[in-house]
């Protein structure tokens, strides 16, 4: 891991990230498991592993409530909830074989509009 941006909301720490290299050859941060749990713990001034029981408990909490069926509504943030994908058939790429695909249940995040908007002002504008 190493340090590449400083995370500046009040607080002047140093954020650790990830560097991945699309095929563009960008760099983007991503944000782990593990980043969250640190930043709990040091939030709540609690031990990382009393911080890791707190955001593991938290997850397995949302996924049983999308197994359920449930909607989770996380204001100023977005609902989580689950859609139905009915059975198709798909194309193996590497030989063209026609493949049944069964349906299945899948996650779907829809962001709030308040986080639409908190991302879409981090963007820098492209000039016209």
């Not at 941006?5 to 002047?12: H, S, T, V, W």
């Not at 650790?16 to 498991?33: D, F, I, M, W």
């Not at 069926?69 to 026609?98: M, S, V």
Request: charge should be positive.
């Amino acid at each position: 891991m190493k340090e590449v941006a400083d995370y500046d909301q009040g607080m002047n720490r140093k954020v650790t990230v990830v560097e991945a290299v699309e095929t563009t050859g960008a760099k983007r941060a991503v944000l782990l498991k593990a980043d969250l749990i640190e930043e709990v713990s040091g939030v709540v001034e609690v031990p990382t592993k009393e911080a890791a029981i707190i955001v593991e408990l938290i997850f397995n909490k949302m996924v049983r409530a999308l197994r359920s069926g449930d909607k989770i509504e996380l204001r100023g943030f977005g609902c989580f909830n689950t859609r139905e994908r009915r059975a198709r058939t798909g194309r193996n790429p590497k030989t063209g074989a026609a493949v049944k695909v069964p349906a299945k249940k899948i996650a779907f995040f829809r962001p709030s509009r308040e986080l639409k908007e908190l991302v879409q002002n981090l963007k820098p504008r492209l000039p016209l």
